[in-house]
């Protein structure tokens, strides 16, 4: 069974910046797309940052030249660096990855930005 695990969220002031954290049961080698969603409240998940298994990466508009995907397949790991952030990056940061036809999912993790 893979299990995601996120780790890294908290309470940062604007400007700061928070490493997230997501940790996989499995090997990541193969994946197809790893992916780093958010949502806030009253406001539907979207999707943050993506990497594909080739290593392509693509980011949502808001969060361009912020926030950046990366990966260690050796350690299993998929890391959302995130700097200069604002108070609209407030939300609930979740992981997923799509091995072969399956997406999973990690239980989230809440990043607050607030002075």
């Known amino acids: 069974q893979v299990q995601l695990v996120e780790s890294g969220g908290g309470l940062v002031q604007p400007g700061g910046s928070l490493r997230l954290s997501c940790a996989a049961s499995?090997?990541?080698?193969?994946?197809?797309?790893g992916g780093w969603y958010r949502q806030a409240p009253g406001k539907q998940r979207e999707l943050v940052a993506g990497i594909t298994g080739s290593g392509s990466t693509n980011y949502a508009d808001s969060v361009k030249g912020r926030f950046t995907i990366s990966r260690d397949n050796a350690l299993k790991m998929v890391y959302l660096q995130m700097n200069s952030l604002k108070p609209e990056d407030t939300a609930v940061y979740y992981c997923?990855?799509?091995?072969?036809?399956?997406?999973?999912w990690g239980q989230g993790t809440q990043v607050t930005v607030s002075s």
């Open positions: 499995v090997s990541i080698v193969s994946i197809y797309f």
């Open positions: 997923s990855l799509r091995l072969g036809t399956n997406n999973y």
